[in-house]
């Protein structure tokens, strides 16, 4: 939530923003940029009565740029902010930059700016970047609007689905009442297995695999590889396998005729790998089997557009489950509350716990799993001192009665 806490931090220097270049992830390789990505037209109209915005740097601070001087090393680039630092390191460092230069670049930034002992009207307008001010671009919604119409009011046997979406009709709609879906993000793809250092069942190959996969994107540098992969799934370190969420769904009362949207991006080990959750729940969907190629070509390949998709519908959903927490788990468990909408945050250290017992039997399983997520499903839960105001909202971005 980088962008926030800059517009943030930019009313504070009562400085002008310039719209922020993003970084390109080693793993997934997307070169999209913010304006692929939202409405930067909304996006400024929303904040203009809070901080001034510009799409691009100036022409008379062109001298600035990375480009121009092909290094990073510049006077105006601030490159130690201190991780959550306050508001008044900004003032005493940063602002003295842009006096002396008018432009100042803090990079890195994200992590870089604190969750606590700030103005409310600085926490307010952090909530009214994250919730009002980032929408997405117009054809991320109209594809999102679809497959969701298509959720709720899935086509018979002999339909097949509208390549122009932006002009579905209702009629449909009168015909049969809307059905109600559930999303489930399952971050399961080889960074996420690669990362934790968690036994998936692959055997030595796997193994020697992903180690070799660590030692290249992080040269090793991981923190649980020094643990058991038993002491791992104790602590709730280890994301759910597919299968895994299948029984934790299943043990909640989900069944096979539940809708199902999956959320992700690439499942380590491929179809293969979902197989067993398909086979419990029939009418599992996900992006590809919703939409036509045509509808998908502006996103194909692009891992941020890809997720924006599955945020957006995850959003419109009746009940959102992350099979492990990240990123995407706490942006949309936030929106959600925000939103007040029903989200299912899975007891990790229980379920790692469960599924090392090899004698428990169903019952016991789902006994447990139901009495250990009676409190993780969506209550609202007041943010403690440094956690997100992304991911805990309230009290912070409600309104004080």
């Known amino acids: 939530m980088g962008i926030c806490d800059a517009v943030a931090v930019a009313k504070i220097l009562n400085a002008t923003l310039v719209i922020p270049h993003l970084e390109v992830n080693p793993v997934w390789q997307d070169s999209s940029s913010f304006m692929d990505i939202f409405d930067v037209d909304h996006f400024i109209n929303v904040l203009n009565d809070d901080i001034s915005i510009v799409k691009e740097l100036p022409d008379e601070f062109s001298w600035s740029t990375r480009e121009y001087y092909a290094t990073t090393i510049r006077a105006t680039r601030i490159k130690r902010a201190p991780v959550h630092a ?4 900004y003032l005493e460092n940063v602002l003295p930059v842009l006096q002396s230069y008018g432009i100042a670049a803090i990079s890195p930034f994200s992590h870089r700016f604190s969750f606590d002992n700030l103005a409310s009207e600085i ?11 980032l929408v997405f671009v117009p054809h991320i919604r109209a594809l999102g609007d679809a497959l969701v119409h298509r959720l709720r009011y899935p086509p018979g046997e002999s339909e097949a689905f509208s390549t122009n979406y932006l002009r579905e009709t209702t009629d449909q709609n009168d015909k049969q009442r809307p059905q109600k879906f559930v999303v489930l993000h399952l971050r399961f793809d080889k960074d996420m ?6 036994d998936f069942g692959g055997g030595k190959a796997e193994k020697l695999a992903l180690a070799k996969y660590r030692q290249t994107i992080w040269q090793g540098r991981v923190l649980n590889s020094q643990f058991t992969d038993e002491e791992l799934r104790s602590q709730g370190r280890c994301p759910l396998t597919p299968e895994e969420i299948g029984l934790l769904l299943a043990a909640l009362g989900f069944d096979n005729s539940t809708r199902l949207y999956l959320a992700s991006h690439k499942v380590y080990g491929g179809e293969a790998r979902i197989s067993t959750l398909r086979e419990l729940f029939p009418l599992m969907e996900d992006k590809k089997s919703l939409a036509t190629s045509e509808e998908r070509v502006r ?3 692009k891992a941020s557009l890809l997720a924006a998709v599955d945020y957006y519908v995850g959003m419109q959903s009746d009940i959102f489950v992350s099979a492990s927490p990240g990123n995407m788990h706490n942006a949309l468990v936030g929106h959600r509350t925000f939103e007040n909408r029903k989200t299912i945050r899975p007891n990790m250290a229980l379920l790692g716990q469960l599924f090392l017992n090899k004698s428990i039997t169903w019952s016991e399983f789902r006994q447990a799993v139901v009495e250990g997520h009676q409190n993780r499903q969506g209550q609202l839960r007041l943010r403690k001192p440094k956690q997100s105001i992304y991911t805990y909202p309230a009290p912070d971005c409600m309104c004080q009665a």
Not at 123 to 133: D, E, I, P
Not at 193 to 198: D, P, Q
Request: hydrophobic share 40%; proline share 0%.
């Open 86 to 89: 306050s508001a008044n390191w």
């Open 123 to 133: 926490q307010q307008l952090r909530c009214k970047v994250n919730f009002k001010a």
């Open 299 to 301: 996103i194909k390949g």
């Open 193 to 198: 297995a690669a990362h934790s250092a968690c």
